[in-house]
């Protein structure tokens, strides 16, 4: 079983940053695509962006230019550097992998952005 653990959510003022981690249990280099979603109340989990072993990168609408997403397979984790944050940014963030046929998400971290 992959147990991913993320970290790194809180409370931040609009305009700020956050740097969101997922540490995987079991080596980076297994892991196929990696990303991250985001899920605000009443709202459908929504994709946010994602990361191929390759290094190859895609990112939602919404947080492009703002968001960056990163993974070192050295250390099994996976980031995602948040900046100029906004209100509407404020969701529950996920870690999502897939290795070989199977994915897995995390449990989740916070992100709450203030007006």
């Known amino acids: 079983q992959v147990r991913l653990v993320e970290s790194g959510g809180g409370l931040v003022q609009a305009g700020g940053s956050l740097r969101l981690s997922c540490a995987a249990s079991i080596s980076g280099s297994l892991i196929n695509a990696m990303g991250w979603y985001r899920q605000a109340p009443g709202k459908q989990r929504e994709s946010v962006a994602g990361i191929t072993r390759l290094g190859v990168t895609n990112y939602g609408d919404s947080v492009k230019g703002r968001f960056t997403i990163s993974r070192d397979n050295a250390k099994n984790t996976m980031y995602l550097q948040m900046n100029s944050l906004k209100p509407e940014d404020t969701a529950l963030y996920y870690c999502?992998?897939?290795?070989?046929?199977?994915?897995?998400w995390g449990q989740g971290t916070q992100v709450t952005v203030s007006s």
């Open positions: 999502h992998v897939w290795i070989r046929s199977s994915d897995y």
